[in-house]
T-cell receptor
Framework: QQQVKQSPQSLIVQKGGIPIINCAYE??????FPWYQQFPGKGPALLIAIRPDVSEKKEGRFTISFNKSAKQFSLHIMDSQPGDSATYFC???????????FGKGTRLSVIA | GAVVSQHPSWVICKSGTSVKIECRSL??????MFWYRQFPKQSLMLMAT?????????EQGVEKDKFLINHASLTLSTLTVTSAHPEDSSFYICSARDRTGDNYGYTFGSGTRLTVV
């Protein structure tokens, strides 16, 4: 059973556009929601993360929106650039003692 | 920030041989390390969780005798793929948990591409 559902599977946007990637979860014990960026042949790198006590968090061009009641969270990339083309994974964790559960990933292509 | 070094970055081995992958936390002590496996265009699948000084906990369906995990110190965990077969070819990634990290300390290595021929 997939604990974190991510959509869309792939996304193509033009440079300067704002891609939005969505994730939904069922486990109400999750209390940490990070987003990772992965380039081919590399390990995932943390982009931004949020806890359920806030509804939005911004770091540079990346914004997480969190809806606790709907059990959904999303990543917005402002002013997207070709260098943002990568696979993005949402994840969730229930506590510091448990591993991350990953979504299936979204392949983003930003075209000039 | 926390850095996890993973070696080798890629390895090719013959069927039936064993391969060892190392994961080191360079500037922090990692009480817990996680090993993931990733097939092309797929997500990361957790293989096992290892705690320093104790036996690893394997996820359902992961053969503990085939994927040997050792976490003998607070800075080093190793994954040994024993009697490797072509179906073991995959991208293996470790993650170390910093005991003091604010982001729950999940730092990932750069991954190891294993090809079994």
């Amino acid at each position: 059973q997939q604990q974190v559902k991510q959509s869309p599977q792939s996304l193509i946007v033009q440079k300067g556009g704002i891609p939005i990637i969505n994730c939904a979860y069922e486990n109400t014990a999750f209390d940490y929601f990070p987003w990772y960026q992965q380039f081919p042949g590399k390990g995932p790198a943390l982009l931004i993360a949020i806890r359920p006590d806030v509804s939005e968090k911004k770091e540079g061009r990346f914004t997480i929106s969190f809806n606790k009641s709907a059990k959904q969270f999303s990543l917005h990339i402002m002013d997207s650039q070709p260098g943002d083309s990568a696979t993005y994974f949402c994840a969730a964790s229930a506590s510091r003692n448990t591993p991350l559960v990953f979504g299936k990933g979204t392949r983003l292509s930003v075209i000039a | 920030g926390a850095v996890v070094s993973q070696h080798p970055s890629w390895v090719i081995c013959k069927s039936g041989t064993s391969v060892k992958i190392e994961c080191r936390s360079l500037d922090f002590q990692a009480t817990t390390m996680f090993w993931y496996r990733q097939f092309p265009k797929q997500s990361l699948m957790l293989m096992a969780t290892s705690n320093e000084g104790s036996k690893a906990t394997y996820e359902q369906g992961v053969e503990k005798d085939k994927f040997l995990i050792n976490h003998a110190s607070l800075t080093l965990s190793t994954l040994t793929v024993t009697s490797a077969h072509p179906e073991d070819s995959s991208f293996y990634i470790c993650s170390a948990r910093d005991r003091t990290g604010d982001n729950y300390g999940y730092t990932f290595g750069s991954g190891t591409r294993l090809t079994v021929v």
